[in-house]
């Protein structure tokens, strides 16, 4: 199983950015997915999810701002990230579990910096 984010980076606040996340080594339209984050200092927490079916969940910090997506013919997840915080700074991870009560895999995350 492999889950490689993509296209995190620098932004200013109110900006957005549209990370990635590529994934092979199973099944992936049959799997959960879901973006993650963890914030210097803090724990990380679930951003966003997207089911099988397309039933998406969000936190309330992100909701209204960030939306998840996914292609299953290009076995990718998105998250296209709109007015953007500076609490937002995080590194986000991709998450692939069979059931929401699995931990799943991991991706090895990439770095959002919201900053003047």
């Known amino acids: 199983v492999q889950l490689v984010e993509s296209g995190g980076g620098l932004v200013q606040p109110g900006g957005s950015l549209r990370p990635s996340c590529s994934a092979s080594?199973?099944?992936?339209?049959?799997?959960?997915m879901g973006w993650y984050r963890q914030a210097p200092g803090k724990q990380r927490e679930l951003a966003a999810r997207?089911?099988?079916?397309?039933?998406?969940y969000y936190s309330d910090s992100v909701k209204g701002r960030l939306t998840i997506s996914r292609d299953n013919a290009k076995n990718t997840v998105y998250l296209q990230m709109n007015s953007l915080k500076p609490e937002d700074t995080a590194v986000y991870y991709c998450?692939?579990?069979?059931?929401?009560?699995?931990?799943?895999?991991w991706g090895k995350g990439t770095l959002v910096t919201v900053s003047s």
């Open positions: 997207i089911s099988s079916s397309g039933t998406t």
């Open positions: 080594g199973f099944t992936f339209s049959n799997y959960y």
């Open positions: 998450n692939a579990a069979y059931s929401i009560k699995q931990v799943g895999y």
